[in-house]
């Protein structure tokens, strides 16, 4: 039977098909997120650092005449194309809080609780290294997490990672997305020009009354988001926040339920079936092509909008976005600043919070919700595994450096942030991964003396072939 469906592979696919494997492995953003911000620190301090700061301070204008739109391309990255990553983030929200772990109290409590402790404690650790100083607006970079490193770490370490372990650092890396959003829109907001906040206003009213009569066109929300994204811009809340909100408005709501797909797409292959008795050419034969035409509008009305614009943007994001951001960002002087990057206030307060404050925050109020019968351990989740993948959330990356732009612009002071967050998630990276390797060793090892104590007392339990 499988060779009725054999062909033969073409040259092109040949050479594409490792690639293809490559992008649909859990890791992969991880990694190309790595090479990139590999890529920006050695081009920065190499001898052709001059080209790579004047490259993103390069002017782009879009539009023209009074509606020219002008920023460097380094504005443009952070401000335009983030706000594709942000979408991402809202959509991811809003599928964990009505269908994932984020879906009911009893499997949300535990990421919530955790991910709360991971941000409050590393802000206070900040805090207290910083307060009174012209640094302590920085007390929300050590808070964030960043998925794809996170995630990547935890491919790479395979088997040796419990599936529930998994789970709970998405549901908890959702959760902490969610927090920097707010801590972004609430205390990262420069002052507000309230006409285009109403001008936003209108556009987000136009989107929800797409969303409540049911418009599924994606471009619908592409063009509305773009105004959207302009009107957050002018206003002064940053332009990312219209990511989060046009997700929010994007419907989730599939056209046909499961049952009815499945009789309507079996009535479509039948029909294809049976019109390619009277003629073998899909070209020429309406029959067929009216059978292919009508299974791809079902399979559009099967899909909510939601799920094809996550599926459509996400490679984008993962292999576009997120490098050119890292190829922008990371790219710091390293030559006198990484003692600064130790020594300073603003430098301690990162890798302590990142580093201690992160695992310590996820565990002692996990522990607590534990305790207080508020919810349950993730099943085969050790103590060890559940504070390893609090490191793990302590690389903080990409969100701890868009917040660390936010926080202190432009000048030494980002490049001392920068640089104490690359480290902290190098750090937080590898003691995660150590104790992760360390229990699932020992863990690994109990079950297999468990398991010949099991034999041992059945074999002893069995009758003997003299009696």
């Known amino acids: 039977m499988s060779t009725i469906f054999k062909r033969e592979v073409t040259p092109v696919e040949k050479i594409i098909q490792p690639f293809q494997k490559f992008t649909k492995t859990e890791s992969c953003g991880g990694i190309v997120l790595f090479i ?11 001898p052709w650092s001059e080209s790579y700061h004047h490259l993103w301070e390069t002017p782009v204008t879009i539009g023209f005449g009074s509606m020219a739109l002008s920023k460097v391309l380094h504005h443009w990255i952070n401000d335009g194309l983030m706000a594709v990553f942000f979408l991402i983030v809202g959509l991811e929200i809003k599928r964990e809080i009505l269908v994932g772990e984020l879906a009911s109290m009893k499997k949300a409590i535990l990421p919530i609780v955790a991910a709360i402790g991971g941000m409050v404690v590393p802000a206070l650790i900040y805090a207290v290294f ?4 012209p640094t302590a607006r920085g007390w929300g970079i050590p808070m964030a997490t960043d998925i794809a490193f996170a995630v990547g770490v935890l491919t790479l370490l395979g088997s040796r990672v419990p599936s529930a372990l998994k ?3 998405l549901a908890l890396a959702i959760v902490d997305d969610l927090g920097a959003v707010l801590v972004i829109a609430f205390f990262y907001t420069a002052e507000i020009a309230w006409g285009y906040l109403v001008v936003a206003s209108v556009i987000y ?25 302009f009107a957050f811009l002018k206003s002064g809340l940053h332009a990312t926040l219209a990511g989060v909100l046009l ?6 709501r599939r056209r046909i339920a499961h049952e009815e797909f499945l009789a309507r797409s079996t009535y479509c292959l039948y029909q294809f079936s049976v019109a390619a008795e009277e003629r073998d050419c899909i070209a020429t034969n309406e029959e067929q092509q009216s059978a292919v035409h009508a299974l791809e509008n079902i399979c559009e009305k099967i899909n909510s909008p939601a799920l094809r614009i996550e599926h459509a943007l996400h490679p984008l994001v993962t292999f576009a976005i997120m490098p050119v951001f890292a190829l922008a960002n990371a790219g710091v002087h390293l030559g006198g600043n990484i003692g600064s990057a130790v020594t300073s206030a603003a430098g301690m307060g990162i890798i302590l919070g990142l580093v201690v404050g992160k695992p310590i925050g996820i565990t002692l109020f996990s522990w607590f919700a534990i305790k207080c019968g508020l919810a349950a351990k993730p099943d085969g989740v050790s103590w060890p595994q559940l504070f390893a ?49 360390v229990a699932g060793k020992r863990t690994a090892e109990a079950a297999e003396s468990a398991k010949a104590d099991a034999s041992q007392l059945v074999g002893a339990a069995m009758p003997s072939p003299e009696s």
């Open 36 to 46: 990139f911000t590999i890529a920006a620190l050695v081009w920065a301090n190499s």
């Open 167 to 169: 789970v709970f650092l």
């Open 205 to 229: 009213a136009v989107l929800m009354v797409c969303n409540r009569v049911c418009v599924r066109h994606p471009y619908v929300y592409y063009f509305f988001g773009l105004l959207l994204w």
């Open 130 to 133: 910083n307060h009174g100083q």
């Open 247 to 252: 997700a929010l408005v994007i419907p989730t």
């Open 389 to 437: 993948g609090g490191c793990l959330a302590g690389i903080g990356f990409t969100m701890s450096i868009f917040v660390a732009n936010l926080a202190f612009g432009p000048g030494a002071m980002l490049d001392i942030g920068k640089i104490a967050v690359m480290g902290a998630s190098i750090a937080a990276g590898v003691a995660g991964s150590a104790i992760l390797l």
